[in-house]
């Protein structure tokens, strides 16, 4: 179901900034137009036409020559190879780890959204990745890859490029120090991306926990005055302070139900740690709670470090 209340929407968030947002499903899916003299840098590309549409229609004007993409995701790179296309001369750039599947979506498929197939006989149903591939776009090549700490020159601008893993290894931001400006894309996802009426729309999709804690962390010192991410509206200071709780509060209350769960049982299968979540925490359709997979995959890797569950070879699970 498409939420009316999120429709599509051109708007100047600041001087210069250019928000692109439309609705995916029930969430809101975002990206961003920095001005750069007579032409634009595009922070994330959405899915396919996502951009191209308002190239089209007249309701954008002036060349891209610069993209960079926040992650390896097929919301947020889908509509990349299109623009290459228009615009032959635009420069493409993603952190060095998101290189591969950037340039590949048949690993970006593999490796990401079949994540938990090999160990734990988990995943996405045919159909379900088939449409995740095509939601990638073709494939494109990435001109030249991002660093924590690297300056972009935009306009008047300078971003700096922050390294943010958490929810994707090479998942990158940039970020203005002068305005306290922020383009998260998915560094932080509170309780889980939310719909048109404020509640999660599906679980929060962190698969590395101690990498997207300390990603909340460092956003948090930063002082941010104005967050643009990808699936949110613009929000201010103390709304982005609250979306940084909230993403703690999901880890902590998660861990929390795995470790009171998992030895009142002998051994626990993937399927069912899964259905367990849901079942107490969900606020979403029944269809997006194999989203919740990412997070588990996470939390088993991070309590297993720790030693308070084991995972078997054959993806039994136990204390």
Known sequence: MICSVYKNVIEEVAPGVTRLAEPMGSRLLNCFLLKDREAFLLFDAGLPGSVGRRLECGQLSGPITRLVISHADADHLGDVASLKSRF?????????????????????????????????????????????????????????????????????????????????????????????????????????????????????????????????????????????????????????????????AHIRRDLAALREAIPQRSTWTFAELLRLLNERFSSWEVDADAHYSYALAGYLRFLESRGDLRVTEEGNISA
């Open 88 to 248: 032959p001369n635009m420069r493409v750039a993603c952190h060095e780890i998101e290189r591969r599947r950037c340039e590949n979506h048949d690993l970006l498929v593999c490796e990401r959204y079949d994540h938990a197939r090999e160990l734990f006989d988990f995943g996405y149903s045919d159909d379900v990745l088939v449409a995740l591939r095509d939601a990638c776009g073709d494939d494109f090549r990435v001109d030249n890859t991002l660093k924590d700490g690297q300056r972009l020159t935009c306009g008047e601008r300078e971003w700096r490029v922050l390294h943010l893993p958490g929810h994707s290894p090479g998942h990158l931001g940039l970020w203005n120090d002068r305005e306290g400006i922020l383009l998260g894309g998915d560094a932080v996802l509170g309780l889980g991306p939310i719909d048109a009426e404020g509640r999660p729309s599906m679980p929060g999709t962190h698969e590395d926990i101690p990498a997207y804690l300390n990603t909340v962390d460092t956003l948090d010192r930063l002082g941010v005055k104005l967050a643009l991410l990808g699936h949110w509206p613009p929000l201010r200071a103390m709304g982005f302070s609250e979306l940084l709780e909230q993403s703690r």
